[in-house]
């Protein structure tokens, strides 16, 4: 495989359910993203990491919560999720910062499609 | 702080025609700029990217834009439209943090007629 994949590419859950959003890139960096994608509304980052540290975290809810084991693979945990949490989730790569500031563009996966009842 | 205007929230062209997707930016460093292409139910596609070297920055797929710093504007282009073009367009800005953060715009919706 190569470049970005994510898993599962649908998922249909329950308010009550927990579910995992799984991610991994292929390309060898060292930074992961978690985007929202709603419609009607522009992208939205949830998490980064870098080097496996999470390094921002704009406001989301504790409803989801992160987890990167390695610089390969990224988890978007949920629970107890509200119907307004259905969107596209996005994954992205970028090769990552180490020490000098730079801005690297990223690569994304597919998404899942995610949808609360 | 940084942010990111896509003037068109939807565009309209017909085949063999010139694109024309506006963007413009506000940054109070030096940008790195992105454009990316999303194909309906596909993940975002990286067109080209500007990062202080030439202010001409060609793409894949026949797309290019021009960095106007006076303008802050960051403008995409193409000669001719193809029917495969149609998808959502969004103009990226990124400045030199320390987590490297991206802002997206809002995106621009092409159409292409036959």
């Known amino acids: 495989e190569t470049g970005v994949t994510q898993t599962p590419r649908h998922l249909v859950m329950g308010m009550t359910n927990k579910k995992s959003l799984k991610c991994e890139q292929h390309l060898g960096h060292n930074a992961m993203y978690w985007y929202k994608q709603s419609a009607k509304k522009p992208l939205e980052l949830m998490f980064v990491?870098?080097?496996?540290?999470?390094?921002e975290n704009n406001s989301v809810p504790s409803r989801f919560s992160p987890e990167c084991p390695n610089s390969s693979h990224l988890f978007l945990h949920l629970h107890t999720l509200q119907p307004e949490d259905s969107a596209l989730y996005l994954c992205a790569s970028s090769p990552g910062l180490a020490g000098a500031r730079r801005s690297y563009e990223q690569y994304f996966g597919p998404g899942t499609r995610l949808t609360v009842t | 702080a940084q942010s990111v205007t896509q003037l068109d929230s939807h565009v309209s062209v017909s085949e063999g025609t010139p694109v024309l997707l506006r963007c413009n930016y506000s940054s109070s460093y030096s940008p790195s700029l992105f454009w990316y292409v999303q194909h309906p139910n596909k993940g975002l596609q990286l067109l080209l990217k500007y990062t202080s070297a030439a202010t001409l920055v060609k793409g894949i797929n026949g797309f290019e834009a021009e960095f106007k710093k006076s303008e802050t504007s960051f403008h995409l282009t193409k000669p001719s439209a193809h029917m495969s073009d149609a998808a959502e367009y969004f103009c990226?800005?990124?400045?030199?943090?320390?987590?490297?953060?991206?802002?997206f715009g809002p995106g621009t919706s092409l159409s292409v007629i036959p």
């Open positions: 990491y870098n080097f496996k540290e999470q390094t």
């Open positions: 990226v800005v990124s400045e030199e943090t320390s987590y490297d953060k991206v802002i």
